[in-house]
């Protein structure tokens, strides 16, 4: 632990160099690169298994799952979803020709507020795609009943929400499509990468011929397809992680109790809600920062940490309803937004990765509570 030490909010999990070499000896051997390799079969099947889903299909990227998603379902019109998230989540509709309708989320769990979804719902609505914000589960029921009363698509950005389990049942288990993202920021990752998560045979092999071109076979193209495959060295990588993926969970848990601990007595700092019985990713580690109560802004604090070499993210600032492409839509209206808008304003995640010391936890603690009407 140096003071000078830049800590930033996340670092990638890392298996042993070593390990990996013998699998990038196996790849020169085979001179199997791409399409369908022995690894990206095994890493399907492993991933299978470890997540408790019927069905993965490997992507080079999460935005490309995204796409591939709403083709692979036929989305057209709008879809409702939250503007309190990746930019990724809506530019996958904007890239599909569909019209991103934003509506409001709910401030305990920030994600899209169901209750208020239905009233978004018109003639053209085909689709509601939620996010699983920071790993954290969408009401499930709820959309669960909207889309079946109103005969919607559901698709989950389940992006932060990798291994993420209600009363040891997958949350990926839940609407028609689930996509994961393994890019080298998230809790599990195959320097880029992506997953869908589908419930049935026949879609996974639809989705399968729409991330190779649309081929079926030598000679047949059934759809016009894209190239969002993922390589044998992303899937060899993956299948290396995912012996380590367990450990690094409880290192992040044990982080995150540590954040909750020292942090819990100060008054403006409120951290996300624990959510018992959820088995978590711990992907993020979330704070509100209230100026009147804590003294200091957000953007105060973020700037107070950034001067001990401490890189905390403001995430999800700017709120993409916020962003030129998008602000010009009626539902993208700040009075339409007050809960996602409100929250984007006051919220900073703190840094949480499995290398990260508890020494160092404290500290980023310390500086928080010191910092306190300074
Ligand atoms: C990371 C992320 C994506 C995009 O995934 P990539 O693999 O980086 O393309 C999409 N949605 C959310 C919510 C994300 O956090």
Redesign the pocket.
Known sequence: MSKNKPIFVTSPLLPPLEEFQTYLKEIWESKWLTNNGQFHQQLEKELCDYLGVKHVCLFS???LA?ITALQALGITGEVITTPF??V??THSLWWNNIKPVFVDIDPYTFNLDPTKVEAAITPKTTAIMP?HVYGTPCNLKAFEQIAETYNLKLIY?A??AFGVEINGNSILNFGDLSIL???AT?VFNTF???AIICQDEKMKRHIDDLKNFGFRGETTVVAAGINAKMNEMQAAFGILQLKYIEEAREKRKKIAKTYRQTLKSTEGITCLNDFPDIKHAYSYFPVLIEQEKYGMSRDQLYEKLKENNIYSRRYFYPLISNFPTYKGLSSAKKDNLPNANNIAKHVLCLPIYPSLEIEDVYRISDIILESKFK
Do not use: Q
Request: proline share 0%.
């Open positions: 990227n999460g935005t995204l998230s990746f990724a989540t996010v950005d992006a932060h993202s393994f890019h998230k880029e990468g992506g």
